[in-house]
Structure formats: C-alpha cells, structure tokens
C-alpha cells in the first residue's frame, strides 16, 4: 500500500531567531538548506506519484531539492500554508505576551480553536483548508500511491488529523520539527501511522554546524 510522507520545511532564520513567520514568505536559511540536502539523500530510494507543497518559499524550495533525485512534478498548493498570525507576525512570544497577554494566554493554551490573532486564522480555518486539500488528493490518488507533502508546523499537524480521522482535539498535542519526516501508511482497515517526527537524518550533522 502506498505512504503519506509529511516533511516540514527547513529551518529559516526566523526559526532560529523565535520569530512568528505564518504567511510572511521567509526563505530557507543555509543551515535550513544543509537539512533538507541531508533528508533528500534519506529519501533518494522513494518513489512518488507527487510532491504537493505550500506555495510559500521555504517549503517550495525544500520541496525542488527533495524533487531532484527524481522526476516526480511537484504542485503548489496555498492550502497548505502555515497558520496566517495576522499582526503578530515577525514577533517573538515574549513580544506577543507583551503586546496581548489575553490572547497570547489563549493561544498558547489551545483551549479555543475559533480563537484567531488580529487579521489572522483561526485553528478550525486551518483545519479547514487542510481538509480541503485532503479531500482533492484523496480523490485525486489511489491508495496503492505515494505521496510526499512538504509543508508548515500547522498545516502537517491539520493533515495527520485529517488522515487518521483524529478529533481536532489532537492537534495542539503534536509536535513538528524543521525538516522532520513522518510516514502515515494507507492500509485496508486505515490508515497507520508508521513514523512520526524523525529527524535521525540530521544527526550526522557536525556539532559546530547544528550550534
């Protein structure tokens, strides 16, 4: 039966800095470059009907280095973007407690999924499009296919309730490295998830590098 390969995009300096990014289209850092490189090589045996990815730069341009050890095309899909953090974007938390105690409190406990920052999306929109986006390559794709979705923290937490048929509940319970791989695998009885925020493919990494 075929997978569901789930990889979050490379690190980015804001990453590294603590920055919300959402909707803000920061690119790959050289570190964020270098991890991707390293889960390509893990990769390089897989085969994929498609490569479906958010359309902002950092996961694109994970996504083209993933595609080069094979023909496979790659479509860009907005539905998969990150959560849009609205005017919290660029901020750090501490600036957000800062600036909205109420609802940085709010958000951080995950208690209210209608809960949205200024100008930004709520937990249930993203699951919303999320699903959306599940439901075209459900139909688009047979079960026997692979499939390898490179995407955001928020949009691969949507996508594996999506596929396991979890209560939204779940996902504020999920956590989602920088250029982790995991692996939900289609089976007749369901689907399974076989992997789960693997990042073994960065460990070879050089200390000073990962610093």
């Known amino acids: 039966m075929g997978n569901w390969y789930l990889v979050r995009?490379?690190?980015?300096?804001?990453?590294?800095s603590g920055q919300i990014q959402g909707h803000t289209d920061v690119p790959l850092s050289e570190y964020g470059r270098l991890q991707v490189r390293r889960l390509a090589e893990r990769l390089s045996t897989c085969s994929f009907s498609k490569i479906y990815t958010s359309d902002l730069s950092r996961a694109l341009e994970?996504?083209?280095?993933?595609?080069?050890?094979?023909?496979?095309?790659?479509?860009?899909?907005?539905?998969?973007?990150?959560?849009?953090?609205?005017?919290?974007?660029?901020?750090?938390?501490?600036?957000?407690?800062i600036q909205d105690p109420k609802g940085f409190a709010e958000r951080i406990g995950g208690e209210s999924y209608a809960f949205a920052t200024p100008g930004g999306e709520s937990?249930?929109?993203?699951?919303?499009?999320?699903?959306?986006?599940?439901?075209?390559?459900?139909?688009r794709?047979?079960?026997?296919?692979?499939?390898?979705?490179?995407?955001?923290?928020?949009?691969?937490?949507?996508?594996?309730?999506?596929?396991?048929g979890l209560p939204d509940?779940?996902?504020?319970?999920?956590?989602?490295?920088?250029?982790?791989?995991?692996?939900?695998?289609?089976?007749?009885?369901?689907?399974?998830?076989?992997?789960?925020?693997?990042?073994?493919?960065?460990t070879s990494l050089e200390p000073r590098v990962r610093e």
């Open 9 to 16: 995009h490379g690190e980015t300096a804001w990453n590294r």
């Open 62 to 97: 994970s996504a083209e280095t993933l595609a080069k050890f094979g023909e496979t095309s790659i479509e860009a899909d907005s539905d998969l973007r990150e959560f849009s953090y609205g005017t919290w974007e660029s901020m750090t938390q501490r600036e957000m407690e």
């Open 123 to 139: 937990t249930t929109q993203v699951l919303a499009r999320v699903r959306r986006f599940h439901a075209r390559a459900a139909e």
């Open 141 to 164: 794709h047979d079960p026997s296919e692979s499939l390898l979705i490179v995407a955001h923290g928020g949009s691969i937490r949507a996508l594996l309730v999506c596929l396991l």
């Open 169 to 202: 509940t779940y996902f504020w319970r999920l956590h989602v490295d920088n250029s982790s791989l995991s692996v939900v695998q289609n089976h007749p009885g369901g689907r399974v998830l076989e992997r789960w925020n693997d990042t073994g493919h960065l």
